[in-house]
């Protein structure tokens, strides 16, 4: 039985009032056909359900995907995502890896009938179950029903696999660890399940970084850092503003890629304190060439678009980009959460304070830079989910310079590991971008942001030992090299 934590003693109505699972919905009226009498039907019940998700054929998040697009159009509400976790196969080991996942939806199907839509989503998605637990392209299995205990023939609920699997607990343990899953043990959550699982070779989150198979594995000790190449097309950017004109785009592009950049991040406004706001029409012309001369290149590297506004990324998600990379975390633009949920596409949230005109006065953290950084993000991360960003998408920033004092920014590349295993962010990826700030002019007494290659080396190296996925720099040639001797050196 899936048994919610109890609360304090309260009347119904109080409870009706407190609980995050109450719905409430308006029943319809049926009138007889002469007009004379009219009944009140009863409401639909809303009831809340956990789905194992898992695949370990072909585009293995792709089907996942899928299967949630699937769900959302038959009615049954996905409303938040676990992480997906990539697992060797169990029982039939001659399989290829699994990638699992789990999620909390809403309905007003029956379990029986859930369980239906659900083997016909299978079916409709070209399921073919060879042998049992053998294969397959997509897998969808009801894990926890309301606090409802079914003993069918078809349905067993709670799940019996629950408690021996890790796949299952770890994504559970992401949507409800404080959950009690066993009615004969109300005391044990879903956590403590997690943690009476015998020691074995840990398993890690996946984040996609393109259609392809490009992947963040981000528990992964031997992962390799991606190197992010900045490709501004800006005239007033404060490193490398008015560089890329339209003769010299491609063989800037080029340059980046022939160096070792594996994602280029394109930006067509300046977040710098200061810079004047353009229009979305505007910013879409600048970007839209370069993302067209990336797409045309083969084999690519990822595409990433740097903007906080929703008409900008729906421009460039269209026209090829893989991730979107917003410096507000969706907070300079209402419409921008929504934006990234209907592109399907992996984000980039970072932390930030205000504007970038005003951020520089709103570096005040009474509760102390990290914890704070972490729960603000936790409120973003929440917002995206909301939104229907699926958690496996998203990939976090702690803002480098964005609302941060010089010792601030020094703190984040100290500290960095805390931010990674913080509850609640833990298996998320994480981009830094420290390159040629001005806090490294500081310390070293380097006045123009061209020649602070060295400097930012020494925060390439800190971003990396202290777990960074992704670090986001100008000086591609030279920050390969220090990166492959930091993954040298820390990924092993």
Same mark, same amino acid.
């Given at each position: 039985?899936?048994?919610?934590?109890?609360?304090?003693?309260?009347?119904?109505?109080?409870?009706?009032?407190?609980?995050?699972?109450?719905?409430?919905?308006?029943?319809?009226?049926?009138?007889?056909?002469?007009?004379?009498?009219?009944?009140?039907?009863?409401?639909?019940?809303?009831?809340?359900?956990?789905?194992?998700?898992?695949?370990?054929?072909?585009?293995?998040?792709?089907?996942?995907?899928?299967?949630?697009?699937?769900?959302?159009?038959?009615?049954?509400?996905?409303?938040?995502?676990?992480?997906?976790?990539?697992?060797?196969?169990?029982?039939?080991?001659?399989?290829?890896?699994?990638?699992?996942?789990?999620?909390?939806?809403?309905?007003?199907?029956?379990?029986?009938?859930?369980?239906?839509?659900?083997?016909?989503?299978?079916?409709?998605?070209?399921?073919?179950?060879?042998?049992?637990?053998?294969?397959?392209?997509?897998?969808?299995?009801?894990?926890?029903?309301?606090?409802?205990?079914?003993?069918?023939?078809?349905?067993?609920?709670?799940?019996?696999?629950?408690?021996?699997?890790?796949?299952?607990?770890?994504?559970?343990?992401?949507?409800?660890?404080?959950?009690?899953?066993?009615?004969?043990?109300?005391?044990?959550?879903?956590?403590?399940?997690?943690?009476?699982?015998?020691?074995?070779?840990?398993?890690?989150?996946?984040?996609?970084?393109?259609?392809?198979?490009?992947?963040?594995?981000?528990?992964?000790?031997?992962?390799?850092?991606?190197?992010?190449?900045?490709?501004?097309?800006?005239?007033?950017?404060?490193?490398?503003?008015?560089?890329?004109?339209?003769?010299?785009?491609?063989?800037?592009?080029?340059?980046?890629?022939?160096?070792?950049?594996?994602?280029?991040?394109?930006?067509?406004?300046?977040?710098?304190?200061?810079?004047?706001?353009?229009?979305?029409?505007?910013?879409?012309?600048?970007?839209?060439?370069?993302?067209?001369?990336?797409?045309?290149?083969?084999?690519?590297?990822?595409?990433?678009?740097?903007?906080? $506004?929703? @008409?900008? %990324?729906? =421009? /460039?998600?269209?026209?090829?980009?893989? &991730? #979107?990379? +917003?410096?507000?975390? !969706?907070?300079?633009?209402?419409?921008?959460?929504?934006?990234?949920?209907?592109?399907?596409?992996?984000?980039?949230?970072?932390?930030?304070?205000?504007?970038?005109?005003?951020?520089?006065?709103?570096?005040?953290?009474?509760?102390?830079?990290?914890?704070?950084?972490?729960?603000?993000?936790?409120? $973003?991360? @929440?917002? %995206?989910? =909301? /939104?229907?960003?699926?958690?496996?998408? &998203? #990939?976090? +920033?702690?803002?480098? !310079?964005?609302?941060?004092?010089?010792?601030?920014?020094?703190?984040?590349?100290?500290?960095?590991?805390?931010?990674?295993?913080?509850?609640?962010?833990?298996?998320?990826?994480?981009?830094?971008?420290?390159?040629?700030?001005?806090?490294?002019?500081?310390?070293?007494?380097?006045?123009?942001?061209?020649?602070? @290659?060295?400097?930012? =080396? /020494?925060?390439?190296?800190?971003?990396?030992?202290?777990?960074?996925?992704?670090?986001?720099?100008?000086?591609?040639?030279?920050?390969?090299?220090?990166?492959?001797?930091?993954?040298?050196?820390?990924?092993?």
């Amino acid at each position: 039985m899936a048994l919610i934590l109890s609360r304090p003693h309260s009347t119904s109505t109080e409870r009706e009032k407190a609980s995050p699972w109450t719905q409430h919905t308006f029943a319809p009226i049926k009138v007889s056909p002469d007009g004379a009498s009219w009944s009140r039907e009863a409401p639909a019940t809303k009831h809340t359900a956990y789905i194992a998700l898992g695949s370990n054929l072909g585009n293995r998040i792709a089907w996942i995907e899928r299967a949630c697009t699937e769900m959302s159009k038959r009615g049954i509400h996905v409303k938040r995502t676990s992480s997906l976790w990539e697992t060797e196969p169990m029982y039939v080991l001659d399989q290829e890896n699994f990638i699992n996942g789990a999620c909390e939806v809403e309905t007003t199907l029956e379990p029986l009938a859930l369980l239906d839509q659900l083997q016909d989503i299978e079916n409709s998605m070209g399921r073919k179950k060879v042998i049992d637990k053998g294969p397959r392209n997509i897998d969808l299995d009801i894990l926890l029903y309301d606090s409802q205990v079914v003993d069918h023939p078809r349905l067993k609920i709670p799940h019996i696999g629950i408690f021996e699997r890790e796949f299952v607990l770890r994504p559970l343990a992401e949507l409800i660890p404080g959950t009690a899953l066993n009615p004969s043990s109300p005391w044990k959550l879903t956590q403590d399940y997690l943690n009476e699982l015998p020691l074995s070779e840990p398993i890690s989150t996946v984040t996609p970084l393109s259609s392809s198979a490009n992947m963040i594995h981000a528990l992964r000790s031997s992962r390799k850092t991606h190197v992010m190449g900045i490709l501004n097309m800006t005239p007033d950017s404060f490193s490398d503003g008015g560089v890329h004109d339209n003769g010299s785009l491609e063989t800037s592009i080029a340059n980046l890629v022939n160096s070792g950049a594996s994602i280029i991040d394109i930006g067509g406004q300046s977040s710098a304190p200061g810079k004047p706001d353009i229009s979305a029409e505007e910013e879409i012309s600048r970007i839209l060439p370069a993302i067209k001369a990336v797409t045309a290149m083969s084999p690519r590297p990822i595409i990433s678009v740097d903007t906080y $506004r929703a @008409a900008v %990324a729906a =421009a /460039a998600a269209e026209a090829g980009a893989d &991730i #979107i990379n +917003d410096v507000s975390a !969706g907070q300079l633009d209402s419409d921008m959460l929504s934006t990234m949920a209907k592109s399907g596409k992996s984000v980039c949230l970072m932390h930030m304070r205000g504007t970038p005109a005003t951020m520089t006065e709103l570096t005040d953290y009474p509760d102390g830079l990290i914890p704070t950084i972490a729960e603000e993000l936790l409120v $973003r991360v @929440a917002e %995206a989910e =909301a /939104a229907g960003i699926r958690r496996w998408r &998203i #990939i976090l +920033d702690p803002g480098i !310079g964005f609302a941060k004092t010089g010792e601030q920014n020094l703190e984040i590349l100290r500290r960095m590991d805390e931010l990674r295993d913080w509850p609640g962010l833990r298996g998320l990826p994480w981009l830094l971008g420290s390159s040629r700030k001005g806090f490294i002019g500081k310390i070293t007494g380097v006045k123009t942001p061209s020649e602070r @290659a060295w400097g930012t =080396a /020494a925060t390439v190296v800190a971003a990396i030992q202290g777990g960074a996925d992704i670090v986001r720099v100008h000086d591609v040639k030279e920050m390969v090299q220090v990166v492959k001797v930091s993954d040298a050196i820390w990924r092993v």
